[in-house]
């Protein structure tokens, strides 16, 4: 099963499951209120006397009933975990133009200084004609990156191949990403994402924006860009190429990776890896190019 299809499976999965609860509500319902309302008509019982708290309570539960049939048939369906990430993508993205308006503003005003590669027109087309822009990524099925500015599994065959492919070439992160990993990787060139126009970090490259970024690997056949969420959310813009790795469970995450349009990214390889002593999780490599 791919990618798609195991999301697909799995929103219908938990869409049958809320469903089924309603109707067990439903069912339980029908039978109390039932049972309730039989309980007024006993004459001469104690209920059937003052049978205003019986319907009161009825008609609170119907209500309940109510409020639950909006969440599993209205709520879920319209306002499901893709509304609020395609919503949260959104925010950060005016978030990030905003920023990018103040800096050009200060950088007109002269408070900031202008960035050499914003001189150039149309910085993205001078890549040479054969760099391949690369984001490097492992997403749980819900595109899951990781939570509280850590990873959220351990797959040493994937931690391998991020070695293998990158080793020898450029590595471009947000400032949160190089701060979880702590250091700069072994023979490879990290570049650091920040708008801390001082920060510093020894044995690493520091840029204010992802173009300087790239302007400073520009010399790279394969600079990789390796995240996290606010960065790939800009970077898939221009990237060229994509190497992911799916892991085929679903995760509690405070970041995600944007929605892959297939209509742009073309798949080249997939490999599926099972679970095994060492990895918990079925898994996937998954290259992708531009078409
Ligand atoms: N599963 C994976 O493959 C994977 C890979 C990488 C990371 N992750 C996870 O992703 C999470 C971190 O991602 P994140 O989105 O919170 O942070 P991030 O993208 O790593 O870094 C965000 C920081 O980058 C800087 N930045 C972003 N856009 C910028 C721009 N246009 N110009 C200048 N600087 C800019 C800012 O640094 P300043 O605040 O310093 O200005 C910002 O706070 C962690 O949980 C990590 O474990 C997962």
Known sequence: MNNTSHQQYEKARKRIHQ????YVHFILFIIGASILFGLTLIKGFNISNSPIYIYILIVIWFVLLLLHFIKAFITTKFFDDEWERIQTQKLLQKHDEKIVKLEKKLQKEGVLPTPTS????????QFKKDQKVTLIAALGTNNELGKDNDLIWHLPKDLKRFKSLTTGHHIIMGRKTFESIGKPLPNRTTVIITRDVNYKFEGCLVANSLEQALDLAKKDETPFIIGGAQIYNQALKTATNLEITYVHHEFEADVFFPKIDLTIWE?????????????????????YKRK
Do not use: P
Request: overall charge positive.
């Open 19 to 22: 469903k089924k609860r309603f």
């Open 118 to 125: 914003q001189k150039k027109k149309g910085f993205f087309a």
């Open 267 to 287: 798949e080249t390889a997939r490999e599926l890896h099972k679970a095994d002593e060492k990895h918990a999780y079925d898994y996937s490599f998954v290259s």
